[in-house]
């Protein structure tokens, strides 16, 4: 089974709507991490510890892919009867935020179903700087994947370069062709920067320091992987 992680703001919706077309019935879908890890990180690592046996014990035949914003440490324990196979996809941490940033200023109005903290900003009307420097998202990668060794992942793509990764992860991993749907882009910015003052981008590096490391581990990873290492 394959465990897909969906790092906000990282293509993943578009690899969900391909997921959707190539696998049917034997995908299932879970975003139930989503406003834990945004809310309180500790608390969201913590029900993942005690989720851990629920999901060990669960029955997921028929079911050939999981994928959302989860955290993937709650499927350790799945291992013991299952072969899983863990992939997810990265991108560069600066223009990731900043990206989460327009979607949600730009997207659609204020409803109920909405975070509080995006109700919150839309209703501040935060800047960009505040955004980014706003400690309620800062390192989300770390957040997702706390307790989770990096080297588990069997694929890592960069959504800088989504069409020739998914070809990649289609012969590699599913052995199936994975359509390239792109959905859900921010201002269609697909090959320019959003942040582009280094002096900005410099400060949100080291203000996503956690994050900045763990690009860069996955960077070394998924180089290994491509090549054969």
Request: net charge positive.
């Amino acid at each position: 089974m394959i465990v897909s992680v969906h790092l906000p703001k990282t293509a993943g919706t578009s690899f969900n709507r391909a997921l959707i077309q190539a696998l049917g019935s034997r995908l299932s879908e879970d975003y139930g991490d989503m406003y834990r890890v945004q809310k309180s990180p500790k608390l969201a690592f913590l029900w993942s510890c005690i989720k851990l046996p629920l999901y060990a014990s669960k029955d997921y035949q028929g079911i050939e892919c999981i994928h959302g914003h989860l955290m993937p440490f709650k499927f350790l324990l799945l291992e013991k009867k299952l072969d899983i196979k863990y992939i997810t996809w990265f991108r560069d941490p600066v223009e990731r935020i900043a990206s989460h940033y327009y979607y949600w200023k730009k997207g659609p109005a204020k409803t109920v179903e909405m975070p509080e903290l995006h109700i919150r900003m839309l209703e501040e009307d935060w800047t960009l700087e505040k955004f980014v420097f706003s400690n309620e998202l800062r390192n989300l990668y770390s957040r997702y994947l706390a307790g989770f060794p990096i080297e588990k992942f069997s694929f890592i793509g960069l959504t800088e370069n989504y069409a020739t990764d998914i070809k990649l992860l289609s012969e590699s991993v599913f052995g199936i062709d994975l359509e390239n749907i792109r959905s859900n882009i921010t201002q269609k910015r697909e090959t320019s920067n959003y942040i582009n003052d280094l002096a900005l981008r410099r400060e949100i590096e080291k203000f996503h320091r956690k994050d900045m490391d763990l690009y860069l581990k996955a960077l070394r990873i998924r180089e290994g992987i491509i090549n054969g290492v």
